[in-house]
């Protein structure tokens, strides 16, 4: 049997930004319930809670954990305490917020909701909701003062204590991807011809890996959509590109990941977009459209973190809201194996047999955002079923 009390208090010095932890049992394997530390969330301005909790509390416990000791799934806590839930406030204010709210999220929306943990908002919708409050209310707002206030209530409060006015106002997220911005690309072919140089025949002979379907990348430009088991698949998607599609595309990844000591030199001069969660969410969606905007291919991981057991995450709108806007085709990619090579929580790959499949391109034409985003999932699933791996 075992000893769960340990296992907690061992997650619960990993970091401050964890109150508590309950573990459970289900289905042979570890859950967790974990209760945020929402003032130390609000000192160090984290308004992405939910990968902050994942990356840097559970990923960091898993990675030294015994395999039958790992955290395989949980579920973050918004509230310790019961809230009445037929509160509500009846004035103009909350009731033109609580209309967009629940618009946005498609959930029904309380005066304790928090804007992430309940109403399942992220960085595409906190943008949203920015852009809303200034333009309905004329009440700045940035990611600092957002993280102080996370739920309805105190955004309400907020609200109420600067606006200026009330009016109703059609925000549009594709006017905010095509205004211009004062950045540019930082290309470096030659570095990337030689990462692949390099990377392909090392992967094609330690993972025997398996590669089909590189005449599906269209010659102009597109978005590459890959499915995510590991910290290889961004390596493996550059000694996999053809030379005259890697030149011309550009990686978007996660600057706590791959901003670190050893990765941010591989990321300065591998053609990478570094992005923050955190801050500046405008700018780094502006940013991220730029190679689109300039003709270029876009490589981004739909799920936006590995796979904890292969089976595909939820695949986050923003690669589709991109192709839309600009009319460009999705490319389904299937990275398969790469879960056994390099799991979560392990320092070395296995040599294990890795599968990269580029899949037919979807284009956007008569398509909604919410059929780019099921078509490009349910092609990578359909593909990683009926031709699986050999493990």
């Not at 799920?303 to 192709?323: C, T």
């Not at 790469?338 to 040599?351: I, Q, Y």
Request: charged share 30%; with cysteine; hydrophobic share 40%.
């Amino acid at each position: 049997m075992q000893n769960f009390k340990s296992l907690e208090d061992k997650i619960l010095s990993i970091s401050p930004l964890l109150k508590q932890i309950k573990i459970s049992r289900f289905q042979n394997a570890l859950k967790a319930k974990l209760y945020p530390n929402f003032q130390e969330l609000k000192k160090l301005h984290i308004i992405n809670i939910e990968s902050e909790l994942r990356w840097y509390v559970i990923e960091i416990y898993n990675f030294d954990a015994k395999e039958e000791d790992k955290i395989i799934s949980y579920e973050i806590v918004s509230t310790d305490e019961m809230q009445d839930e037929s509160k509500r406030i009846e004035d103009d204010i909350y009731s033109v917020l609580e209309s967009f709210l629940a618009e946005l999220s498609g959930k029904e929306v309380f005066l304790h909701s928090h804007l992430e943990l309940d109403l399942g908002l992220d960085s595409i919708d906190y943008v949203e909701l920015f852009i809303f409050i200034e333009q309905s209310f004329g009440v700045e707002i940035n990611e600092k003062i957002f993280s102080e206030m996370m739920n309805v209530k105190e955004l309400y409060q907020y609200i109420k204590r600067d606006k200026k006015f009330i009016k109703s106002s059609d925000i549009t997220l594709v006017n905010v991807l095509k205004e211009p911005i004062d950045k540019k690309l930082m290309y470096s072919p030659w570095i990337m011809y030689l990462y692949k140089t390099l990377l392909f025949p090392i992967f094609k002979i330690y993972f025997r890996l398996d590669l089909k379907g590189c005449e599906n990348i269209p010659k102009s430009a597109c978005i590459i959509a890959p499915s995510h088991q590991s910290m290889l698949d961004g390596f493996l998607i550059e000694a996999t590109l053809p030379y005259k599609i890697l030149k011309n595309s550009f990686f978007l990844a996660y600057k706590k990941v791959f901003g670190t000591e050893i990765l941010k030199p591989i990321a300065d001069n591998g053609q990478t977009i570094l992005i923050d969660a955190n801050e500046n969410l405008k700018q780094t969606m502006q940013y991220s459209a730029l190679p689109i905007r300039m003709g270029k291919n876009l490589v981004i991981f739909p799920e936006g973190a590995r796979s904890r057991d292969r089976k595909l995450l939820e695949f986050r709108p923003f690669f589709a809201m991109l192709s839309k806007v600009y009319d460009v085709p999705v490319v389904p990619v299937v990275i398969d194996g790469s879960f056994e090579a390099l799991r979560s929580g392990k320092r070395f790959p296995k040599p294990k047999k890795i599968h990269v499949t580029y899949l037919k391109p979807i284009y956007p034409q008569n398509l909604t955002i919410d059929e780019i985003v099921t078509q490009t999932k349910e092609s990578i699933n359909k593909e990683m079923k009926e031709n699986p791996v050999l493990i």
